[in-house]
């Protein structure tokens, strides 16, 4: 898939710019052909020699060749790439990028750049999490480039935590996944997030649903060429993909007649809400007062998923998440089949690295067939990757779905 592919591969200046070696071996073994433009301070951590003759052509770092004044135009290398890849990317880098800074060859690439762009952080724990990092990285995002996470684990400094480089196999698989498009054309319909129930106008009944899980969701498979419905509840996340439509709905009911009316027009659906089961039976016009003893009076809400699971066609497929805190397996089977799901996501809240509002989750599917795969914690995007994977392989058995 990315045999004859035009990647360029920026170089920042951190300690992971050693990764990159890696990385531009494999590309270049998955026969793509491979620029690389370094800034000065990456030269310090990695040769220009070592990546030149990984790559198999000179490698880019100044504006004009010293020697003789020829050009190395940044804007040509934009129109040359299919991808851009910048890895790693420090903090100062993500900085510039995001500000529209050009003071260097391959910033002003990037700003010349027509294809898409990946970019995968690398940086200390604390300048990862720091406010204007994450800002920076959000902009970016909103700018259409795909931001490969970093990992956590021990980092160069000694510290533990959140800012090693993906790993070169983790991107390069990114970059793959985009070209291989294996969703284009078709459109998925993905809910997140809480929702709430209204008591009186200043209270509700809601859970902790942060909706991470499901907009990672939403954000892989517009990668991957969906055209992308996510209807949210509240959060405060927003979605970044150019590919992705948000609709926002509050209440159950009202997340509920939003996918009823789009599904049909949907080849997959994964329903990822954490929908609340119950709603008040009567909303208070006014603010209660304390002064009275509250009995709340509670009616069930429609089960969304096995509303759609109930008018379900061939050739569509519906994926739905199992929370569990105990008899997991069997809870997550029974909802398989009771909500006719192709495929259901169990994750525990047992597990310490699962759950609400935290950056990795540990899942196992469970397919309609019977078969169980169990996954490893991952961060959340990378989860998201191996939900599409499984959609994939199960779209790739359909042969035959008429909007
Ligand atoms: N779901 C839904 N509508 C609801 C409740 C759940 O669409 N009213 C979907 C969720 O989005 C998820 C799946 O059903 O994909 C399972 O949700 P979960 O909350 O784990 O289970 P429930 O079916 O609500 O059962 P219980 O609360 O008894 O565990």
Known sequence: ?????????????????????????????????????????????????????????PVLADFFNPE???WNSHVDLGLWADAYIIAPATANS??????????????????????????????????YRHPATLGNIETLQSHGDIIIEAESGELASGLEGKGRMAEPETIVACIGSYFEAPFSGLRALVTAGPTYEKIDPVRFISNYSSG???????????????????????????PLHPNIRRVNVISA???????????????IAVMCAAVADFTP?????????????????LAKTKDIAAELGKIKRDGQILAGFALETDNELNNAREKL??????????NSLNDT??????????ITIIDSSGEETWFETKPKKDVARDIASHIRQKYGQITDFEL
């Open 353 to 362: 690295d699962s759950g609400f509002g935290i950056d990795t989750n540990k």
């Open 337 to 346: 089949q009771s909500k006719n799901l192709d495929f259901i996501v169990l």
């Open 68 to 70: 003789n004044g020829e």
């Open 94 to 127: 993500v900085g510039k990028m995001a500000a529209g800074i050009a003071d260097n060859l391959l910033l002003t690439a990037y700003l010349s750049a027509k294809c898409p762009v990946f970019v995968a952080p690398a940086m200390d724990l604390d300048m």
């Open 212 to 238: 991470k899980m499901g907009y990672a969701i939403a954000e892989t498979l517009a990668q991957q060429g969906a055209d992308v419905i996510l209807v949210s509840g509240p959060t405060h996340l927003s």
């Open 281 to 297: 039976e009567k909303q208070e016009e006014n603010k209660i007062k304390q002064k009275t003893d509250l009995t709340l009076s």
């Open 1 to 57: 898939m990315l045999t004859g592919k035009h990647i360029l591969v920026g170089i920042t200046g951190g300690i992971a710019a050693y990764k990159a070696a890696t990385l531009v071996r494999l590309l270049v073994k998955k026969n793509a052909e491979v620029k690389v433009i370094m800034t000065e301070m990456a030269k310090r951590f990695i040769t220009p020699l070592t990546m030149a003759t990984l790559s198999k052509n």
């Open 253 to 267: 009911s009202e997340m509920y007649e939003e996918c009823m009316h789009l599904f049909p027009s949907c080849n």
